[in-house]
């Protein structure tokens, strides 16, 4: 039993709710599919050790006045499962499949976040800094918006995604889907399983890593008003909310679901 006791903070506090960034439904999923407790605060990506959101505070119940503040998801996770307070997911797996569960969470979050974000801070920037911004002032909101609104176009820019025609963004968001929902239809049809449990991403019994992701990115699409397209997309293959659905169900069952907002 862990000694650990453990702060989320999201960004939002809106309390059983998803909030937009899949990073933070990624953390949460990774948790609670490990049945960890945690408590879950709003803060600030100027106030988290990375300068953004997530980022967690540990707290040993040994001494409750000492704490460690962790950022980034994916090194909060490594961290995690390094102190023994989350169990290694990919331990069991072979190489190969270690190989193919990164190259999905590579695929997701070092590629189609960056069409993401396009999309949500450039495509639909009125409604996605209403909601970021939602506790500022609308003349302080107006001009916080717009430095986040221009360091993004630097950032896709940089990283490429802002070099490319909105057809060509739309093709490559599509062809990420479409694979990420092979390999869904493939494990859901795989062998018998109960229809009312999960299945997961490669195909096993338990999750994975990239399970959290794919779960956090999925719902991430289906509850972003600022993300329309991507949306449509995601609407396209059942599978994609099915697979949600069910992970939904059995881990997150305190949450509101997308198609009850």
């Known amino acids: 039993m862990s000694t650990t006791r453990l702060t989320l903070y999201r960004g939002w506090l809106d309390p059983g709710k998803y909030v937009w960034s899949p990073f933070v439904i990624k953390l949460e999923a990774r948790l609670r599919f490990a049945g960890i407790s945690y408590k879950t605060e709003g803060g600030s990506p100027k106030s988290g050790p990375k300068g953004k959101i997530p980022y967690v505070e540990l707290y040993k119940t040994e001494d409750p006045t000492a704490s460690t503040s962790?950022?980034?998801s994916t090194l909060i996770i490594r961290h995690l499962v390094e102190q023994g307070i989350l169990p290694d997911l990919n331990g069991r797996l072979v190489p190969s499949a270690r190989a193919e569960d990164l190259a999905i969470r590579a695929l997701m979050e070092e590629k189609l976040c960056f069409y993401?974000?396009?999309?949500?801070?450039?495509?639909?920037?009125h409604t996605m800094r209403d909601h970021i911004l939602s506790s500022l002032p609308y003349p302080v909101?107006?001009?916080?918006?717009?430095?986040i609104y221009r360091n993004t176009i630097q950032?896709?820019?940089?990283?490429?995604?802002?070099r490319h025609s909105a057809d060509e963004i739309r093709e490559f968001r599509h062809e990420i889907w479409t694979a990420i929902s092979d390999l869904l239809v493939a494990s859901r049809s795989a062998k018998p399983r109960d229809p009312t449990q999960p299945f997961w991403i490669l195909g096993g019994e338990q999750p994975t890593e990239a399970?959290?992701?794919?779960?956090?990115?999925?719902?991430s699409v289906l509850i972003c008003t600022a993300g329309p397209e991507s949306q449509g997309v995601v609407k396209e293959f059942p599978?994609?909310?099915d697979y949600?659905?069910?992970i939904h169900d059995r881990y997150f069952p305190d949450y509101v679901k997308w198609s009850d907002l």
């Open 116 to 125: 993401h974000t396009r999309e949500r801070w450039t495509e639909n920037y």
């Open 141 to 147: 909101r107006v001009v916080v918006g717009l430095l």
């Open 239 to 241: 599978v994609l909310e």
């Open 244 to 246: 949600a659905q069910k």
């Open 155 to 162: 950032t896709l820019h940089g990283q490429g995604s802002g």
């Open 70 to 72: 962790l950022g980034d």
């Open 211 to 219: 399970d959290a992701t794919v779960f956090a990115f999925v719902v």
